[in-house]
């Protein structure tokens, strides 16, 4: 039984997912009046007890229309520069309109490797609770006038699911150019049916995203899906609105249409969300049946149900795990570098050190460093239950 949603007052601690085209016309620039009842909207919740946390795109398409950058795809050095003088645009922007709450506003840049990397991680998220706890609200956006193709997270659908689950958020709100989740594109199928709720992201969900709708975002459905992945898993309900319309917030509470994503009823501790969120794991390790009936049933990856260990990572680095269908069924922090694991892949735990000359670890991943592929789609990823001992030695 899936639990209904509730009205956004009740929610603790809420994450604010604003597009592009939202906050940016690419004829005049910022949409000052929008953004202003957005504001007011944020004031109110936040006068209700809430924590407010929002997530800004737009200093690319703020800063190429106050550079004049014509229509189309820019260069990186050309979407850097249009990031560096919309950054400033734009905060300014959110401080000034907050402020006519008496809200002080606080800008946090993240790039992919605050996320994905454990020390840089907690040192973001120990800043962003201090920001709230000192009564601001964090402004946040990728630092998009340093990073590349390799090192950014490519949109703020994403970005915005992982600062949920860093944070502790039960709500993440994305606004976007349309309100909510459709089995087709809308504007592609006139029988595309809306779906109101979704009680769990199952392949056929994901088969209904489609791309990118206009050239001010670098999203699209499909990523507000893998956004809905990362932040049903950790326990956060997630909901798709419309943008377009003045007080955003505000029509949702009073029963605008939207998509509401239900929360998985057992969210992962918070060392398990940060593994299970990571978007680019560094290698990935094959495992055979046996292996995946000892995970799934609480117990360490051993090297002997490993059959083949792929890309370059060191000890510590979060790996996929894949059966031999090629299914990713858990995520986790790898006990050997790569080398290291290839070597020892399809060995007892007892030859360990005849093979690699140290006495290392049993488990190729230990059970407390590992996040299982839920069984049901309900709940992408689920912890392993702990106390258990490892298994197929």
Partial sequence: MVKGRKPLARYRRIVIKIGSALLVDRQTGLKNGWLDGLCADIAALRAGGADVLVVSSGAI??????????????????????????????????????????????????????????RRYLNARATISQLLKLGSIPIINENDTVATTEIRYGDNDRLAARVATMT???????LSDIDGLYTAPPHLDPDARFLDTIAAITPEIEA??????????????????????????????????????????????????????????TPVTARKTWIAGQLQPAGTIEVDTGAETALRSGKSLLPAGVRAVSGHFSRGDTVAIRGLD????????????????????????GEIAAILGYAGRAAMVHRDDLVMMGASAARPFETVEEGKDAAHA
């Fill in 61 to 118: 398409a703020l800063g190429r229309t106050v550079l004049k950058l014509p229509a189309g795809l820019l260069k990186l050095e050309e979407s850097q520069a249009a990031a560096a003088v919309g950054q400033i645009a734009l905060a300014r922007a959110w401080s000034e309109s907050l402020s006519r709450d008496g809200i002080v506003a606080g800008q946090i840049l993240l790039t992919l490797g605050d996320t994905e990397e454990r």
């Fill in 168 to 174: 502790g958020a039960d709500l993440l709100i994305l």
């Fill in 208 to 265: 209904m995203a489609g791309g990118a709708a206009s050239e001010l975002s670098r999203g699209g459905m499909r990523t507000k899906i893998d956004a809905g992945k990362i932040a049903t898993g950790a326990g956060c309900a997630m909901i798709i609105a419309s943008g377009k319309i003045d007080h955003p917030l505000q029509t949702i509470e009073d029963g605008a249409r939207s998509s509401w994503f239900a929360p998985s009823g």
């Fill in 326 to 349: 090629g299914r990713e069924i858990a995520r986790g922090l790898a006990g050997y570098d790569a080398e290291d694991a290839r070597r020892i892949a399809g060995k007892k735990s």
